[in-house]
């Protein structure tokens, strides 16, 4: 699975779209991103998943530029309980089942 | 539809002693995954049974560490002895057997907490 490079943290206000960026530099052909939420003392959850150019649902939406080199996870006015980790991963997944590879994550911060 | 289920949520243990953790996944789903944090690290990857079998258990960090599957539904992990360095969250993940078209979207559970004195 490709390495990703997301940002250690970020802040934001209630009712700010926050937009974090995961770098992919070396994502193959058959790659697709993932990211995954994960809130205190639960199991991560799926988010949204893209292969290129934008992918949107009633959560967030998910930018993929021409290269797929990086991507950008945008949440549309964040509220308080959008404050999570947020984690970017990069894997052909459309295997018969494959082993998730989690980075540090981005943790970010909401407040009021 | 219910969730991806763990039990206990939180085990404590001498060190020593034997564990067991066990994972009621989705159902119909034939992925079965393991993973766990350690304090201050990433989630890892444990193992990955397809039904009853193991389809990967490259993660499984030494022969103290059983997994099982039998009939294909819930899994169980075991650890015997547990050592200091087990603690961590547990955390079991399900999802469908993949096809040629699909992607394997990880449905995880809430985790179970070992702490091993």
């Known amino acids: 699975l490709a390495k990703t490079t997301q940002p250690i943290s970020m802040d934001s206000y209630e009712g700010q779209e926050v937009n974090i960026t995961c770098s992919h530099n070396?994502?193959?052909?058959?790659?697709?991103i993932t990211w995954y939420q994960q809130f205190p003392s639960q199991g991560p959850r799926f988010i949204i998943q893209g292969y290129k150019t934008k992918v949107t649902n009633e959560v967030a939406s998910l930018f993929i530029p021409a290269d797929r080199k990086s991507s950008t996870l945008s949440l549309p006015r964040v509220s308080l309980s959008d404050t999570a980790v947020y984690y970017c991963l990069v894997g052909a997944f459309n295997q018969a089942g494959t082993a998730l590879i989690f980075g540090k994550g981005t943790t970010l911060s909401v407040s009021s | 539809e219910a969730g991806v289920t763990q039990f206990p949520s939180h085990s404590v243990i001498e060190k020593g002693q034997t564990v067991t953790l066990r994972c009621d996944p989705i159902?119909?789903?034939?992925?079965l995954y393991w993973y766990r944090r350690v304090m201050g690290k990433e989630i890892k990857f444990l193992l990955h049974?397809?039904?009853?079998?193991?389809?990967?258990e490259s993660g499984m960090p030494n022969n103290r560490f059983l997994a099982e599957r039998t009939g294909g539904t819930y899994s169980t992990l075991k650890v015997q002895p547990a050592e200091l360095e087990d603690s961590g969250v547990y955390f079991c993940?399900?999802?469908?057997?993949?096809?040629?078209?699909?992607?394997?979207?990880?449905?995880f559970g809430p985790g179970t907490r070992l702490t091993v004195l």
């Open positions: 049974f397809v039904k009853e079998s193991k389809q990967d």
């Open positions: 070396n994502i193959a052909t058959n790659d697709y």
């Open positions: 159902s119909g789903h034939d992925n």
């Open positions: 993940a399900s999802s469908l057997l993949a096809g040629a078209s699909s992607t394997d979207t990880q449905y």
